[in-house]
DNA sequence: AACCACAACAACCGCGTCCGG
DNA sequence: GCCGGACGCGGTTGTTGTGGT
């Protein structure tokens, strides 16, 4: 019974990936492109499994990756696609150029689901939560959760049943085309080129770019 | 300054799906 | 159509950072 493991474990390395391996498994992909995960590892020098080059690439290595904050735009959306989609992560990533399913999923498990909670919204279903329940809720918390809540029902001012409305109006509008608003939306390329500038800047600071030969003549990015 | 608790994020694991033989 | 290998996805765990006591 089960699968066979996707790589042989003994003797390799496991955890935070340093600076060295990154460097590694950028410069084999740059120089070859991604011929098959399960043999990348082995081509670029990396005691690391197919499966964990795959996600550092993906995840955190990809040229085209916007860091930083989810904007409170992006943040609505998720919600309204997580209404539509469920915890089909890669999808919901699919309408955020440059964002991950994991670092999606992360911000939905650390902050928007803590945030439908306390306005009063089952985060799986998008529902409000009876009453009766919320109260057999209310009873379980602990006086410090209590306490956290109270001060978490007015956001930056703004009242809970404003909230609620917003949300409630976000919901609304599920029938609108998303692939219909990106097509429209002029901001696209200019978010892809702030994408790529905020690559730059982010991988200049953290390699010396020394270290690579010669580039610009070996990547073959799409841009070049 | 030391410790603890919690949040945020990175990485791993196991299963499902896809695809070529 | 079946089988097995590889990839992708989603859930979960581990690690690190930060704020409070």
């Not at 492109?33 to 795959?54: D, N, Y």
């Not at 992006?74 to 890669?90: A, C, K, P, T, Y």
């Not at 930056?156 to 692939?179: K, P, Q």
Request: negative net charge; proline residues 5%.
């Amino acid at each position: 019974m089960g699968r066979k493991p996707c790589c042989d474990k003994v003797g390799l390395k496991r955890g935070p990936w340093t600076i060295e391996e990154d460097h590694k498994l950028m410069n084999f992909i740059f120089n070859n492109g991604i011929p098959c995960w399960r043999h990348v590892p082995k081509l670029a020098g990396l005691l690391r499994c197919g499966k964990s080059c795959r996600l550092r690439w993906i995840n955190y290595l990809r040229p085209d990756l916007k860091r930083g904050c989810f904007t409170e735009s992006e943040e609505d959306e998720i919600i309204r696609l997580h209404s539509q989609l469920g915890n089909r992560w890669s999808k919901i990533a699919s309408h955020f150029p440059g964002r991950t399913d994991n670092e999606i999923k992360n911000h939905w498990n650390t902050r928007i689901r803590k945030k439908l909670k306390l306005l009063g919204f089952d985060p799986v279903t998008h529902k409000p939560v009876e009453n009766g329940e919320k109260n057999k809720q209310e009873e379980t918390k602990s006086e410090d959760v209590r306490k956290d809540d109270e001060i978490q029902t007015t956001l930056d001012g703004t009242e809970t049943d404003d909230l609620l409305n917003n949300y409630e109006i976000l919901c609304g509008s599920l029938d609108s085309s998303f692939s219909k608003e990106e097509s429209n939306n002029p901001s696209m390329a200019t978010q892809e080129e702030d994408c790529l500038k905020q690559w730059v800047d982010c991988v200049d600071s953290f390699f010396s770019w020394d270290n690579f030969i010669h580039l610009e003549e070996q990547i073959p990015f799409p841009w070049l």
